[in-house]
């Protein structure tokens, strides 16, 4: 019996744990979403610097 009771409780435990992080979740949404975009954005950028267009080394062609 006592080992049912400490099955149930740990149990109970686990749910609570997963119920207060899908409530931290739901409440900070909006500034997790606001960060993964500001990730988003610098990678996106670093991405455009180093792969630059095929089309730059004949730049200095259109000059002439």
């Not at 739901?26 to 630059?52: F, M």
């Amino acid at each position: 019996m006592r080992k049912v009771v400490q099955f149930v409780l740990k149990l109970v435990a686990v749910c609570m744990v997963v119920a207060a992080a899908a409530c931290c979740v739901i409440a900070y949404w909006d500034k997790i979403s606001a960060v993964l975009g500001c990730a988003r954005d610098k990678i996106a950028e670093k991405r455009a610097c180093c792969c630059r267009s095929e089309y730059d080394d004949y730049a200095d062609w259109d000059e002439e």
